[in-house]
């Protein structure tokens, strides 16, 4: 148990620019999630994968976010036109696909727009 | 709808008496109800979850909670608080069966006075 990667750890871009960061779960879990915590607040839901298929998305996920999961191992998060208020803490967590897993966390990435 | 408010933001205990962190729910269904870790810089650890078994559930690193449907709280304790508890800490909810959607308080930071 590796436990979850994400990369990079930090990212500090200008508003505008595009984004992308990387998830790698533990290998064995099929369920990978998304959050984002900014200053203060707890974790925030965005989205999740079952395998390939992305079951939910919170309405916090504008049309400028899109994440994908295309072979259901590694996802990737990819913010387009970043803004200010993007700026926070992003999370990945993997789990097992049964009911009452525990979800894993990584260390997440820290975005800072310029 | 399902919620939880952490009373306190701030949280300061001298190193070994009691640690109390204060957690109340708001749920429409059955809830399984969380508490998680967060070190700085890194991601969450779960430490206890409650899953509608035993009221009174043990954790890692000595931490336990009561669940208590009657006050609609899930209290974090921990008899003798330790230099390394300082984090901040997260209550968090989510229906019954659910566990892939957590709803997370805005967690309060423990102190932890020499």
């Known amino acids: 148990d590796t436990g979850v990667s994400q990369d990079p750890r930090h990212k500090i871009t200008k508003r505008g620019q595009n984004v992308t960061f990387r998830c790698d779960p533990i290998?064995?879990?099929?369920?990978l999630y998304w959050y984002r915590q900014t200053l203060g607040q707890g974790p925030e839901f965005l989205t999740y994968?079952?395998?390939?298929?992305?079951?939910?998305k919170s309405r916090l996920l504008s049309d400028r976010f899109s994440a994908e999961r295309p072979k259901g191992s590694f996802s990737t998060l990819e913010i387009q036109r970043t803004e200010q208020g993007d700026s926070a803490m992003y999370l990945c967590?993997?789990?097992?696909?049964?009911?009452?897993?525990?979800?894993?966390f990584g260390d997440g990435t820290r975005l800072s727009i310029l | 709808a399902q919620s939880v408010t952490q009373l306190g933001s701030h949280v300061s205990v001298s190193e070994g008496a009691l640690v109390l962190l204060r957690c109340n729910y708001s749920?429409?269904?059955?809830?399984?109800l969380f508490w998680y870790v967060q070190y700085p810089n890194q991601g969450l650890q779960l430490l206890l979850k409650?899953?509608?078994?035993?009221?009174l559930v043990k954790g890692i690193n000595g931490f336990e909670a009561e669940f208590k449907k009657s006050e609609t709280s899930f209290h974090l304790t921990k008899p003798s608080a330790h230099m390394s508890d300082a984090a901040e800490y997260f209550c968090?909810?989510?229906?019954?069966?659910?566990?892939?959607?957590?709803?997370f308080g805005k967690g309060t930071r423990l102190h932890i006075l020499p």
């Open positions: 967590a993997s789990s097992r696909g049964q009911f009452n897993q525990p979800q894993h």
């Open positions: 290998s064995e879990h099929n369920r």
């Open positions: 994968f079952q395998n390939e298929a992305q079951l939910e």
């Open positions: 749920s429409s269904v059955p809830p399984y």
């Open positions: 409650y899953t509608s078994a035993a009221t």
């Open positions: 968090a909810v989510s229906e019954m069966n659910r566990d892939d959607k957590i709803i």
